[in-house]
Nanobody, 121 residues
């Protein structure tokens, strides 16, 4: 069993910053990719950023240059530093992980429960 626990959401003003964290625990043999997706009301879930084991990162076009994804050395925690926030960044942010589960001997995708980010003056 694998759990993803997110923290750090909340309210920020336009131009402000927030930092999200997500920790993975459980039957993890190898973490392949961790990342963040977001879903605003009435919109489809979209990519925010991902980080692959070994370091390569990928960003959605709308957050490039403003958001930075990073991970800890153990590889089971991911952070999202969000700077220069805009109203259109308002959404529920979901942590994701693709990992090799020890007890199932296979790769699986997992999702966190989501954390709300609201940008408003």
């Amino acid at each position: 069993q694998v759990q993803l626990v997110e923290s750090g959401g909340g309210l920020a003003r336009p131009g402000g910053s927030l930092r999200l964290s997500c920790g993975a625990s459980g039957s993890i043999f190898r973490m392949n990719v961790m990342g963040w997706y977001r879903q605003a009301p009435g919109k489809q879930r979209e990519l925010v950023a991902t980080i692959t084991r070994g370091g390569p990162t990928d960003y959605g076009e709308s957050v490039k240059g403003r958001f930075t994804i990073s991970g800890d050395n153990a590889g089971n925690t991911v952070y999202l530093q969000m700077n220069s926030l805009k109203r259109e960044d308002t959404a529920v942010y979901y942590c994701s992980a693709n990992l090799w589960e020890m007890d199932k001997s296979a790769n699986y995708d997992h999702w966190g429960q989501g954390t709300q980010v609201a940008v408003s003056s």
